[in-house]
T-cell receptor, first 116, second 113 residues
Framework: AQTVTQSQPEMSVQEAETVTLSCTYDTSENNYYLFWYKQPPSRQMILVIRQEAYKQQNATENRFSVNFQKAAKSFSLKISDSQLGDTAMYFCAFMKSGGSNYKLTFGKGTLLTVNP | DTAVSQTPKYLVTQMGNDKSIKCEQNLGHDTMYWYKQDSKKFLKIMFSYNNKELIINETVPNRFSPKSPDKAHLNLHINSLELGDSAVYFC????????????FGPGTRLLVL
C-alpha cells in the first residue's frame, strides 16, 4: 500500500516571498503520478500541479514548481511570489499508473497562510 | 456551467436516518469517484465507477451504497447514519484515457446529530 506523508501541518509566509511545502511517499511501484491539490476556504479541491514519475524534468505551472526526487521519494512544492489567494490547505497525493485502480492517496495536508 | 456538481451542499440530519447525496458531471467523463474528508481534513477514496461498473470499493461500511444510473451520475446513499459519518463528501470524475486527472465537485458537508 502507498503512503503519503506531509510533515508540516502548518506553515506561513509573507506575501511576495517564496515557500516550500514538503511531501514524501512510500511505494514499491515504478510508474505513478504525484499531485499537489489546493483546498481554499471555499472547500473546492483544485489541482495545482502534476508530475509523472517517468519524467525527470520537474513540473512547473506559473508560480508553482516541484522538486521531484524519485530515489528519495520526495515531492516538494515551491510557491514563488506568494499571494494572499494562495492561503489554503495543500494536499500531496499519489496515484499508481496503469490497471483499473485510479485512486488518489492523499497526505494529511499542510495549512499555508500567506500574510500581508 | 458547473463541471461536477453535488446536491445538496449541506445536509444536517439525525442519527439513524437514511440520506442520499447526488453527483452529476457534464464533462463527458466515464469514471466517477466518491471521496470522504473527515474532521481532520484527511481525504480518502470510498468508491469508483467506470461506465456504471464498480471498480473501486475501499473498506467502507455496507451502510454506504453508491448507485450509478448512467455515466454522468454517481449517487451515494447512506443508511442508518452514525455520528462518525459526519464529514465532507467529494464527488470527482475523470476521462477514460486520462484517469489521472480528476475533477472534483464542491463537496457536500454532512452533519449527523
Amino acid at each position: 500500500a502507498q503512503t503519503v506523508t506531509q510533515s508540516q501541518p502548518e506553515m506561513s509566509v509573507q506575501e511576495a516571498e517564496t515557500v516550500t511545502l514538503s511531501c514524501t511517499y512510500d511505494t514499491s511501484e515504478n510508474n505513478y503520478y504525484l499531485f499537489w491539490y489546493k483546498q481554499p476556504p471555499s472547500r473546492q479541491m483544485i489541482l495545482v500541479i502534476r508530475q509523472e514519475a517517468y519524467k525527470q524534468q520537474n513540473a512547473t505551472e506559473n508560480r508553482f514548481s516541484v522538486n521531484f526526487q524519485k530515489a528519495a521519494k520526495s515531492f516538494s512544492l515551491k510557491i514563488s511570489d506568494s499571494q494572499l489567494g494562495d492561503t489554503a490547505m495543500y494536499f500531496c497525493a499519489f496515484m499508481k499508473s496503469g490497471g483499473s485502480n485510479y485512486k488518489l492517496t492523499f497526505g494529511k495536508g499542510t495549512l499555508l497562510t500567506v500574510n500581508p | 456551467d458547473t463541471a461536477v456538481s453535488q446536491t445538496p451542499k449541506y445536509l444536517v440530519t439525525q442519527m439513524g436516518n437514511d440520506k442520499s447525496i447526488k453527483c452529476e458531471q457534464n464533462l463527458g467523463h466515464d469514471t466517477m469517484y466518491w471521496y470522504k474528508q473527515d474532521s481532520k481534513k484527511f481525504l480518502k477514496i470510498m468508491f469508483s465507477y467506470n461506465n456504471k461498473e464498480l471498480i473501486i470499493n475501499e473498506t467502507v461500511p455496507n451502510r454506504f451504497s453508491p448507485k450509478s444510473p448512467d455515466k454522468a451520475h454517481l449517487n451515494l446513499h447512506i443508511n442508518s447514519l452514525e455520528l462518525g459519518d459526519s464529514a465532507v463528501y467529494f464527488c470527482a470524475s475523470s476521462r477514460g484515457d486520462r484517469r489521472e486527472t480528476q475533477y472534483f465537485g464542491p463537496g457536500t458537508r454532512l452533519l449527523v446529530l
